[in-house]
Structure formats: structure tokens, C-alpha cells
Nanobody
Framework: QVQLVESGGGAVQVGGSLSLSCLAS????????WAWYRQVSGKEREMVAK???????NYADFVQRRFTISRDRAKNILSLQMNYLKPEDTGVYFC?????????????WGQGAQVSVSS
């Protein structure tokens, strides 16, 4: 089992910055990749950014180089730095850890952190 506890987020005006952190504990070694997802109003949960154990990163097209995902292996902290925020970035952001369960992909989720961007 892995537990994910998020912190950060909050409210900011257009063009501002926010950061999110996710502290992981438990059987970290079973995790294959780490990611941030978000759920914005009226849409399904979507991937924002992902980082593999080897350090490779992937971003959703809408990120447009505004966000940076990183992971501190020693402290087991996953982070998301968000710059140049837009109102459409408003939503709940979730930390996610992917692992294999009976050869199928499975996921641990954090509790979610609210990000609000006002114009």
C-alpha cells in the first residue's frame, strides 16, 4: 500500500504561480510512475504531467511548458510547479502513483488539492 498526501494549491490571479507537493509513504518500490491529474468543472479527470522512475517526463498539451513536474526520491515527494496560470487551470489536482496489480495497471490517489485562478 502507498499513501499519498498532497499539500499546496490555493488561489491566485491570472499569470500567477502555485506549487503542489505530494508526500508518498508505504511500499514505494512498487510504483512504476508518478503523475499529477486534474479534474476541472464539466470535464473528466485528465493527466497533467507524468514522471517515470527513470526521470523521463510527459506533459499534457495544454500545459504548454508552463508546469514542471519533479520528484525528490530521497524525501519521496512529488512536486508540480505551475506558472502562468490561466482561469481554465482551475480545478482539483490529484497526485497519482501507478503500479501493477496482477499485471494490470492500478493507481493510488491523493485526496486532491484545489487550485483556483481568477481573472
Amino acid at each position: 500500500q502507498v499513501q499519498l498526501v498532497e499539500s499546496g494549491g490555493g488561489a491566485v490571479q491570472v499569470g500567477g504561480s502555485l506549487s503542489l507537493s505530494c508526500l508518498a509513504s508505504g511500499t514505494i518500490d512498487e510504483i512504476r510512475s508518478w503523475a499529477w491529474y486534474r479534474q476541472v468543472s464539466g470535464k473528466e479527470r485528465e493527466m497533467v504531467a507524468k514522471i517515470l522512475n527513470g526521470g523521463e517526463t510527459n506533459y499534457a498539451d495544454f500545459v504548454q511548458r508552463r508546469f514542471t513536474i519533479s520528484r525528490d526520491r530521497a524525501k519521496n515527494i512529488l512536486s508540480l510547479q505551475m506558472n502562468y496560470l490561466k482561469p481554465e487551470d482551475t480545478g482539483v489536482y490529484f497526485c497519482c502513483a501507478e503500479y501493477l496489480e496482477n499485471w494490470d495497471r492500478a493507481y493510488y490517489w491523493g485526496q486532491g488539492a484545489q487550485v483556483s485562478v481568477s481573472s
